[in-house]
C-alpha cells in the first residue's frame, strides 16, 4: 500500500515573542478530505500557529509541507498561492469595501477598457457588475442572506463572519484554516456552513478547525490535536478520548461543573422595559429582571437582541418606550447616566466598540469605574494595579501582567477583559452580549461562576447568548425574539433547544 501524502504537514513548528515562548516543536498532519479539530485553552497558541501557516506570522523553528512539498510561506499571499485560506478570528475585512468587494479582494473581475485609449488591451476595468454576480451566485450557494453591494463596515458581526467564510472558500485550493469561525453564527448559520464543511471534505480540502464548542466539533471532527501552552500533547481520531479526558488535556486539570449551582434569591424588579422601541429594527419591547434573577434572551442573527441591549443602555437610543432602574426612569440616550446609575452592557463586537486594543490590561479593566481609583483628583496607579490584578487572577486571565497591551492577547482573554471591566465597575444590572464568546469550557465556567455570584448579591442579568446549551444552564427565564419582537417566554428548566429553535425561526413567506 502507498503512503497517503497528507494535505498539510507541519514539522516542529516553534515561535516566541519578545522572549515569551508561545509554541515549541509542534507537529500537525492533516488529510485531504478531513476535518481536523485543533483545540486548548485561551492562550494555548492556536491562532499563532495557524497564522504561521497563513504566512502572518514568521516561525522560528520548523518547516511546512503541502501535499508533500517544502514551502515557505513567509507572507499571506505565497500561502494562498500555495492553496491555504484561513478564516480569521478576529475578522480581517476592509469595513469601507462592499461584501462583493471583499470576497474577491485582490482577485477581482477584469475587462479591458476598450477603444482607442487601450491599444494592446493592457488597461483592466474592474468589472463591478461581473463582481456583484458572482458574489451574488455564491452567496446564494452557500445559503447565506447577504447583499453583495452592502458596505462590511455598516454589517452585524455575524454577517461580517458570512463574508469572511465566503471569502476564505474561494481562496482555499488544499487547506482551509477556520478560526472560531462560529462564533458569531447561530445555529441556523452552522448548520449552513457544516453543509459548506462536508462539500469542502468532498472536494478533497484539508479542513483545521478551531472551536471552544465542543458540540460543535462533535459534529463535524475527524481528527483532533489538543495544544497545551504551545506544546501539542494530544493527536488521535475524534472520539478516541472522552471530553472529560479532553478537557483534562487541555486544562491540566479535572473540571467538576460547566454550570454552577446559584442560590440566589429573588428579589425586586431592578430592571424595566416598557414599551421600547425603534421601528422598524424593535418594537414593543416589555419585560423586566429582578435583582437575583439571570433571563436570558434568545433568537436568531438579525433578531434585534444586540439593538435592544444597546437601546437599553442608551447607546443607540430607542425611539418609543421607557427603561427604568431600580423604579427611575433613565434618560435614555446617554450611556454614561446609565453606567453612572450602575448599568454595565458587554459588547457583542469586542473589537469595535469594547475594548481599547493600545491601552494595557489594567486600564481596560478599569476604564468603566475610574472614579474608585481617584484620591486627590489623581488616578492611583497602584489601586489600577491592584484591581487589575484581582480580575487577572479571577478570571485567569494571561499572560497574567496588569501592563500587557490587550491587542495582544489571545481572543478568548480579550473576552475575559472585558468582562472584568464589568464586574469592577459594581454594577447593579448588567446587560451581557455573547458574554463566553471565544472563551475556553474551563474560563466558562469561571464566568459563569462570577455571574452567579454577582446574581446571588443581588444583580440583575441579562444573557444574551446564540448558545443554547449556555442559555439552559445559566438562565431562569428566557425570553425569545423574532424579527425584531419578543415572541415568547419560557422557563429554562422546563424547555429544551427544539422548543427554543421553534419560537425563534423565522415564518417563510
Ligand atoms: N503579536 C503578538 N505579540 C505578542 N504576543 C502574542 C502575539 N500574538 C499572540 N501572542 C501571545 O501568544 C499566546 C498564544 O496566543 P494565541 O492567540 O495563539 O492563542 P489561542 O490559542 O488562539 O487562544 P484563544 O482561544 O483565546 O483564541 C498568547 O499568550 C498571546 O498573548
Ligand atoms: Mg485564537
Excluded at 483592466?124 to 451566485?137: P, S, V
Excluded at 463574508?163 to 452552522?190: N, Y
Excluded at 500533547?233 to 478520548?241: L, M
Excluded at 487541555?250 to 424588579?269: N, S, Y
Aim: net charge neutral; with cysteine.
Amino acid at each position: 500500500m502507498t503512503e497517503m501524502i497528507p494535505a498539510l504537514e507541519m514539522r516542529g513548528i516553534g515561535k516566541s515573542f519578545a522572549g515569551n515562548q508561545v509554541l515549541s516543536g509542534v507537529n500537525l498532519v492533516a488529510q485531504s478530505g478531513e476535518v481536523h479539530a485543533l483545540v486548548g485553552e485561551n492562550g494555548a497558541g492556536k491562532s499563532t500557529l495557524m497564522k504561521i501557516l497563513s504566512g502572518v506570522h514568521a516561525p522560528d523553528a520548523g518547516e511546512i509541507l503541502i501535499d508533500g512539498e517544502k514551502r515557505e510561506l513567509t507572507r499571506p499571499a505565497e500561502a494562498i498561492a500555495a492553496g491555504v485560506a484561513m478564516i480569521y478570528q478576529e475578522l480581517s475585512l476592509a469595513p469601507h469595501l462592499t461584501v462583493a468587494e471583499n470576497i474577491f479582494l485582490g482577485r477581482e473581475p477584469l475587462r479591458s477598457v476598450g477603444g482607442a485609449f487601450d491599444l494592446n488591451g493592457l488597461l483592466k476595468w474592474i468589472d463591478r457588475r461581473e463582481l456583484e454576480q458572482r458574489a451574488k451566485r455564491l452567496l446564494d450557494d452557500y445559503g447565506f442572506r447577504l447583499n453583495p453591494r452592502a458596505i462590511v463596515g455598516r454589517l452585524s458581526a455575524a454577517d461580517r463572519q458570512l463574508v469572511e467564510i465566503t471569502r476564505a472558500i474561494v481562496e482555499a485550493k488544499r487547506v482551509i484554516v477556520m478560526d472560531e469561525p462560529t462564533s458569531s453564527l447561530t445555529s441556523q448559520e452552522v448548520e449552513e456552513l457544516f453543509r459548506l464543511i462536508r462539500d469542502l471534505k468532498a472536494r478533497g480540502l484539508a479542513i483545521i478547525y478551531i472551536s471552544h464548542r465542543l458540540e460543535e466539533l462533535e459534529a463535524i471532527a475527524n481528527r483532533m490535536t489538543i495544544l497545551r501552552d504551545g506544546i501539542a500533547v494530544y493527536t488521535g481520531n475524534w472520539g478516541e478520548i472522552t471530553t472529560d479526558e479532553m478537557i483534562r488535556h487541555m486544562a491540566g486539570r479535572e473540571l467538576k461543573e460547566i454550570f454552577p449551582p446559584r442560590q440566589a434569591t429573588v428579589g425586586d424588579i431592578r430592571l424595566k422595559v416598557t414599551g421600547l422601541g425603534r421601528p422598524p429594527v424593535f418594537e414593543k419591547i416589555d419585560f423586566e429582571v429582578r435583582a437575583g434573577e439571570v433571563v436570558g434572551i434568545a433568537g436568531l442573527a438579525g433578531a434585534g437582541r444586540t439593538e435592544v441591549a444597546e437601546a437599553i443602555f442608551g447607546a443607540d437610543p430607542a425611539t418609543e418606550g421607557r427603561v427604568e432602574l431600580d423604579g427611575v426612569r433613565l434618560s435614555g440616550n446617554q450611556p454614561g447616566d446609565a453606567i453612572g446609575r450602575g448599568m454595565g452592557l458587554l459588547t457583542e463586537d469586542r473589537k469595535r466598540t469594547g475594548l481599547c486594543l493600545n491601552l494595557p490590561l489594567a486600564t481596560n479593566i478599569t476604564l468603566a469605574n475610574v472614579g474608585a481609583l481617584l484620591k486627590r483628583a489623581t488616578i492611583q496607579t497602584k489601586l489600577e494595579t491592584g484591581a487589575a490584578e484581582r480580575y487577572i487572577r479571577k478570571l485567569n486571565i494571561r499572560p497574567p501582567s496588569p501592563r500587557a497591551l490587550v491587542g495582544r492577547l489571545s481572543g478568548g482573554n480579550q473576552q475575559k477583559s472585558l468582562l472584568g471591566r464589568w464586574l469592577f465597575a459594581d454594577s447593579k444590572v448588567f446587560l451581557l452580549d455573547e458574554p463566553t464568546r471565544g472563551v475556553d469550557v474551563a474560563a466558562r465556567s469561571e464566568i459563569y461562576r462570577e455571574i452567579n455570584e454577582l446574581a446571588e448579591n443581588g444583580a440583575a442579568i441579562v444573557m444574551i447568548s446564540s448558545d443554547l446549551p449556555e442559555l439552559l444552564g445559566m438562565a431562569d427565564r428566557i425570553l425569545i425574539m423574532r424579527r425584531g419582537r419578543m415572541v415568547a417566554e419560557v422557563l429554562a428548566r422546563e424547555t429544551t433547544q427544539e422548543e427554543i429553535l421553534r419560537h425563534a425561526a423565522v415564518e417563510e413567506g
